[in-house]
């Protein structure tokens, strides 16, 4: 399992197909938080975002934060929400908006791996529940959009350092959500005869 | 103002103020049993992927108390563990007003991100209290005249992965534990594993899932009074630390902390079994209350 350092947004598809399922990963640049409502809002309501998300690499969160003035937040806490709610938007992001990384907790079930493929996209696992350390790694808040969303706007911070992160699906068809799952039914078999 | 009203008051006050700062010392400094346990997880964990889910695990303990902040984002809703005694002199009406207005005040003051919505329209009461929230549960002791508070602020992550079966008579305990077993392989990374594991078996439905809530509350590793239920307990651990889902899911040998089991008897056609995740960040915080207004904290009930 290698390591890597990636900056996002990324340009070259390059640097999302050299990850593979279980490397490390420390991210370094823009990264754009997004959750339930900011989806449905741009999917279900069809509402364009008013940011751009070529290259981008999203993050499942609705963030705690102070206003220190309009449009002005300052962070308090930033965590990461279990990704497993806003699958459904994963093609759309990609082939509509040119999103090329998505990271949350808890995975993406079986369903993201053909279109992560397709679009060249990986989904990143972070600790979750580990947001005080995240939040040192995040530099500022540099926007905000749809605040009436609050928490759930659409924001966009500057990372030094982001993670670790670990390459939960990657653009080769390859999960480890998937893996883990398999061996877990098997071994389930296995107890269940001895029970 | 009779005497009486003044002390129900300052005791009103006293359990608002304990309320306030119950909550946001669970969400800061979690406990040292839980501490431990994460400790001695990593020892145990052999996976790449996991030890590093651990170790990014313990190094966030250790921000959130160097930056004082919240170990996790997630303020959770606000659950209370209220043990009364005959002889306290504030009613558990007001008791209740006073939780709600500590879980309203630290929202604020701190400020904490507010999770509580109205389940129609979504709208959110900005002060983590609304209809029914805070969500309390209530024991009454006869011949004492004190108030024991635990709180629990219970994440989404880990109560999304909540689950109930009626198993029947005809399943017996293999139905309860492989219902548990398939329950926490499903629920995979979401709930934040390695965590607790509450399961409630017997009584009713809805008192099965009471129970399990009431298990993931127990301090890390404490085994049930009953040597049965205990030992139930310890070949869930086992088991369940077989599967192989491991820290947050990504593959280990970590997948639980502890099982904690609590039980009710049932009807004799019943055999109800629930189960009630609570994530590695097991956040609770207790105090005393005593009939004069005076307050301890305790870390590690």
Known sequence: MATHEVSFPVTDSAEILKLRAGDEVVVQGHVIGIRDRTQIRIFDQGIEPPMDLSGAFLLHTAPGVRKVGPGRYEKICIGTTTSARMVRFTEGLGSKYGVRAICGKGGFPDEAIEPMQRLSMVYFAIVGGAAALETTQIEEIEEVAWEELMPECLWKFRVKDFGPLTVGIDAHGSSLYHDVQERARQKLEDIYARL | ?301
């Not at chain 2, 009486?4 to 005791?11: I, K, P």
């Not at chain 2, 839980?34 to 889910?53: D, F, H, I, N």
């Not at chain 2, 994440?155 to 534990?177: Q, R």
């Not at chain 2, 915080?285 to 009939?291: D, F, G, L």
């Open chain 2, 1 to 301: 103002m009779s005497a009486s009203v003044t002390t129900s008051n300052r005791l009103e006050e006293a359990v608002l103020e304990a309320a306030a700062y119950l909550y946001v010392w669970a969400l800061k400094d979690i406990p040292q049993d839980l501490r431990k346990a994460l400790a001695g997880a990593a020892e145990k964990e052999t996976s790449v992927t996991g030890q590093r889910v651990l170790q990014t695990i313990l190094r966030n303990v250790n921000v959130a108390e160097h930056e004082q902040n919240l170990v996790c984002q997630d303020t959770g809703i606000a659950v209370y563990y209220c043990r009364v005694g005959e002889g306290f002199p504030l009613h558990p009406a007001r008791i209740y007003e006073a939780l709600k207005a500590g879980t309203e005040r630290a929202t604020v003051e701190h400020p904490l991100r507010s999770n509580t919505v109205h389940t129609l329209t979504r709208e959110n009461t900005g002060s983590n209290v609304g209809f029914r929230v805070p969500i309390v549960h209530w024991d009454f002791v006869p011949d004492w005249d004190g108030l024991d508070v635990k709180c629990v602020p219970k994440g989404s992550g880990s109560e999304n992965m909540s689950f109930l079966k009626m198993c029947v008579p005809a399943d017996g305990v293999t139905g309860i534990k492989k219902f548990v077993l398939e329950s926490i392989v499903g629920a995979g990374g979401k709930p934040c594993p390695p965590g607790i594991v509450g399961v409630g078996i017997g009584g009713s439905a809805d008192y099965a899932m009471h129970l399990a809530k009431e298990a993931i509350a127990r301090p890390v590793g404490t085994r049930n009074f009953d040597p049965l239920v205990a030992q139930l307990e310890d070949e869930l651990y086992e088991l369940l630390n077989e599967t192989g889902i491991g820290p947050m899911g990504l593959g280990g040998d970590v997948t639980v902390l502890s099982v904690h089991v609590e039980h009710a008897d049932t009807h004799m056609t019943l055999n109800p079994v629930a189960v009630n995740y609570q994530c590695w960040a097991a956040r609770r915080a207790s105090a005393h209350v005593a009939a004069d207004g005076t307050v301890e904290y305790e870390r590690d009930a």
